[in-house]
């Protein structure tokens, strides 16, 4: 049985860093996509970031490339969200997801519905 467990968010002043982890156990697929996803109240869920669990390559959503970092450590099965300059319009939940598209095609990563896994969401609060 897969379980995602995040840790890591909380309130940050605009311009402030966070990390969140997200730890995956019974989940061994190294081609399926693993992300990052956030809603905001009143809005839809949005894709955040992307990885290739085996082959690395990753994705990003235009408004947080070059802030946002994903990164893996396969050895513990952890899956990492770096959040840096972080901004108000950033604050919302934010979601661990795993077994999506295979080898996260660039054109659709980013579509919830195409992940079977989620973790039970952290809160991201950024003040202006």
């Known amino acids: 049985q897969v379980q995602l467990v995040q840790s890591g968010g909380g309130s940050v002043q605009a311009g402030g860093s966070l990390r969140l982890s997200c730890r995956a156990s019974?989940?061994?697929?190294?081609?399926?996509?693993m992300g990052w996803f956030r809603q905001a109240p009143g809005k839809e869920r949005e894709g955040v970031a992307a990885?290739?669990?085996?082959?690395?390559?990753?994705f990003y959503t235009t408004s947080v490339k070059g802030r946002f970092t994903i990164s893996q450590d396969i050895a513990s099965h952890t899956l990492y969200l770096q959040m840096n300059s972080l901004k108000a319009e950033d604050t919302a939940m934010y979601y661990c997801?795993?077994?999506?598209?295979?080898?996260?095609?660039?054109?659709?990563?980013?579509?919830?519905?195409?992940?079977?896994?989620w973790g039970q969401g952290t809160q991201v609060t950024v003040s202006s």
């Open positions: 997801a795993a077994g999506g598209p295979y080898d996260c095609p660039s054109g659709s990563w980013f579509y919830d519905w195409d992940y079977d896994y």
């Open positions: 019974g989940y061994t697929y190294k081609t399926y996509c």
């Open positions: 990885i290739v669990p085996g082959g690395g390559s990753t």
